[in-house]
């Protein structure tokens, strides 16, 4: 039994957990770690490699290393050679992270594949677990649970940055009253996926964080200007125009399996056959009216504003994919241990279909069906309204208590 005098995950909905757990082990670990103990060498299929888009972390790094730093975002060039590189077992993919990663995907890049791999799920995963730790224990679980969340599992599986930027987003909201410049500094460190953090300048101006967007702000412009010392200024232009651009061409592309791993609202609506007008239209009514609520009705308690600004993120944009998922697991799993028995329907079920959302999105993908933007917002709609109420924040002095 998960308890402590903090909370429990009642009996009945940590069966449903460990199932939820399960399912999501077998469904996207199963294959892949099968095909890897055959002899297949990396591959786990068609034009995919053991650890997926970890592939491109890899040749990252091997590209900033041989500085060969064209490549990088040189989408034609950039695949030639990691075919080559993968002897032919990886197709169609491209650098899509901003210049920032150069700093540091070169480590990865001084061991073998799956060692390195290894290593980077090994070090953010521990990060993420880490900066969950303290929300989890509020609630009476324990931190290792966060390894085992549905989004965590399809991150490990689709070897992507979801326990990095999960534990830049949950640090910095755990941080953002008690250390407002270590947080603003996490908050910068996201430009590694700018489009992720779109909310929180804006977010941060309404709560009047103004030490926080200080520093993250000078964080971003300390990060961008040792990138164009160390790497010149035309990765930075090829990658807001070209790179931007095309990555968000990939919307609309129904066709391609990655599209099925979208639960924000464009892609859904495409694949559930909706015409392009509509689409967009429907899009930036949802993201007007989802940014206008945040705005109106941000929480003032930090960490449910965290979790707000988290979903609200998804509903704003039409780009991000399940393994981006992480820090909504998180307030998937708090939802779960906090609701009663007597609470309305609803928000159980919503508590529910959100912690199952990156096992289901691709299943709801492939039907047509446009639930993912729904439970999302339902979600939202619950950390709007205050039916989460915890705090994983340092406890504040005695002298700042009683000032309050």
Same mark, same amino acid.
């Given at each position: 039994m998960l308890n402590?005098?903090a909370?429990r995950?009642?009996?009945q909905r940590?069966?449903?957990?460990?199932?939820t757990?399960?399912l999501?082990?077998?469904?996207?670990?199963?294959h892949?770690?099968r095909?890897?103990?055959?002899?297949t060498?990396?591959?786990v299929?068609?034009?995919?490699?053991?650890?997926r888009d970890f592939?491109? *972390?890899?040749?990252?790094?091997?590209?900033?290393?041989?500085?060969k730093l064209?490549?990088?975002?040189?989408?034609?060039?950039?695949r030639?050679?990691q075919?080559?590189?993968?002897e032919?077992?990886?197709?169609?993919?491209?650098y899509?992270?901003?210049?920032v990663?150069?700093?540091?995907?070169?480590?990865?890049?001084l061991?073998?594949?799956?060692w390195?791999?290894?290593l980077?799920?090994?070090?953010?995963?521990a990060?993420?677990?880490?900066?969950?730790?303290p929300?989890?224990?509020?609630?009476?679980?324990?931190?290792?649970?966060?390894f085992?969340?549905?989004a965590s599992?399809?991150?490990?599986w689709?070897?992507?940055?979801g326990f990095l930027?999960g534990?830049?987003w949950?640090g910095?909201?755990r941080?953002?009253?008690?250390r407002?410049r270590l947080?603003g500094?996490?908050?910068g460190?996201?430009?590694?996926?700018p489009?992720?953090?779109v909310?929180?300048?804006?977010?941060l101006?309404r709560r009047?964080?103004r030490?926080?967007?200080?520093?993250a702000?000078l964080?971003?412009?300390?990060?961008?200007?040792?990138?164009?010392?160390?790497?010149?200024?035309t990765?930075?232009l090829?990658?807001l125009?070209?790179?931007a651009?095309?990555?968000?061409?990939?919307?609309?592309k129904?066709?391609?399996?990655?599209?099925t791993m979208?639960?924000t609202?464009a892609p *859904?609506?495409?694949?559930?056959?909706l015409?392009?007008?509509?689409?967009?239209?429907?899009q930036?009514?949802?993201?007007l009216s989802?940014f206008i609520?945040l705005?109106r009705?941000?929480?003032?308690?930090?960490e449910?504003?965290?979790?707000?600004t988290?979903?609200?993120t998804?509903?704003?944009?039409?780009?991000a994919?399940?393994?981006?998922?992480t820090v909504l697991?998180?307030?998937?799993?708090?939802?779960?241990t906090?609701?009663?028995?007597?609470?309305?329907?609803w928000?159980?079920?919503?508590?529910?279909l959100g912690?199952?959302?990156p096992?289901t999105?691709?299943?709801?993908?492939?039907?047509?069906?446009?639930?993912?933007?729904?439970?999302?917002?339902?979600q939202?709609?619950?950390?709007?309204?205050g039916?989460?109420?915890?705090?994983?924040r340092?406890a504040?002095?005695?002298?700042?208590?009683e000032?309050h």
């Open positions: 402590s005098k909370g995950l009642p009996d940590l069966f449903f957990f460990i199932v757990v399960f999501t082990l077998f469904l996207f670990l199963y892949d770690a095909a890897a103990l055959a002899d060498g990396l591959s299929g068609r034009d995919v490699i053991f650890g592939a491109n *972390v890899f040749t990252g790094g091997q590209l900033v290393m041989q500085g064209p490549l990088l975002y040189d989408i034609e060039g950039y030639a050679y075919t080559a590189l993968f032919g077992a990886v197709r169609e993919h491209n899509s992270y901003s210049p990663s150069f700093l540091y995907v070169w480590l990865f890049a061991l073998p594949y799956l390195s791999y290894l980077w799920i090994v070090v953010t995963g990060a993420f677990i880490w900066a969950a730790r929300y989890l224990r509020t609630v009476g679980l324990p931190g290792w649970i966060a085992l969340l549905p599992i399809v991150n490990i689709a070897g992507h940055y930027f534990a830049l949950l910095a909201w941080l953002l009253d008690s407002p947080a500094m996490l908050i460190f996201m430009i590694v996926k489009h992720l953090a909310l929180m300048p804006f977010v101006a009047g964080a030490t926080a967007f200080f520093f702000g964080s971003v412009v300390c990060l961008i200007a040792v990138s164009i010392a160390f790497f010149g200024l990765p930075w090829t990658y125009t070209s790179t651009s095309f990555q968000a061409s990939l919307v609309d129904i066709e391609a399996f990655f599209v979208m639960p609202l *859904v609506l495409f694949m559930a056959g015409p392009e007008p509509l689409v967009w239209t429907a930036t009514a949802v993201a989802a609520a705005m009705y941000l929480p003032e308690d930090t449910r504003a965290g979790f707000a988290a979903h609200a998804f509903l704003i944009l039409p780009y994919f399940i393994y981006d998922m697991s998180v307030a998937s799993i708090l939802l779960l906090q609701l009663g028995k007597e609470e309305r329907p928000r159980i079920a919503a508590a529910y912690l199952l959302l096992l999105t691709i299943f709801y993908g492939k039907a047509g069906i446009p639930i993912a933007p729904i439970i999302i917002a339902l939202f709609a619950m950390f709007l309204t039916v989460s109420r915890f705090s994983a340092p504040a002095p005695a002298a700042l208590a000032a």
